[in-house]
Nanobody, 125 residues
Framework: QGQLQQSEGDSVQAGGSLKLTCSVLGSTYSSYCMPWFHQSQGKDREGVANIDSDGSTNYADSVKGRFTASQDKANNVLYLELNNMQPEDTGIYYC???????????????????WGQGTQVTVSS
């Protein structure tokens, strides 16, 4: 219950778009916080967006206006739409989850126990 499975990786040219998916396997809980993290090679995972069960979203300054987090609650699927992608967006994107809570304050990876397997995204210039 609550395990996460992500879509396959892809490559795009700068300025292009991708839509990542994260499926929650089995049933989920009525309240949750589900962030998306980006990990560049050799760097720590950085939160880029989050959405919680009441639909509230937040974004890192680096992606505001370009990335959009959304969810299909009926089918337990989360989405991260990435637009106007740049080479620095290259890396692995992870979805994560914490249940019986809502998103608040600074999102850090250590706060989350459930993780997707990651989706490799490559943006070429």
């Amino acid at each position: 219950q609550g395990q996460l499975q992500q879509s396959e990786g892809d490559s795009v040219q700068a300025g292009g778009s991708l839509k990542l998916t994260c499926s929650v396997l089995g049933s989920t809980y009525s309240s949750y916080c589900m962030p998306w993290f980006h990990q560049s090679q050799g760097k720590d995972r950085e939160g880029v967006a989050n959405i919680d069960s009441d639909g509230s979203t937040n974004y890192a300054d680096s992606v505001k206006g370009r990335f959009t987090a959304s969810q299909d609650k009926a089918n337990n699927v989360l989405y991260l739409e990435l637009n106007n992608m740049q080479p620095e967006d290259t890396g692995i994107y992870y979805c994560a989850a914490a249940y019986l809570t809502y998103c608040s304050g600074n999102i850090v990876a250590s706060d989350f126990n459930y993780w997707g397997q990651g989706t490799q995204v490559t943006v070429s210039s």
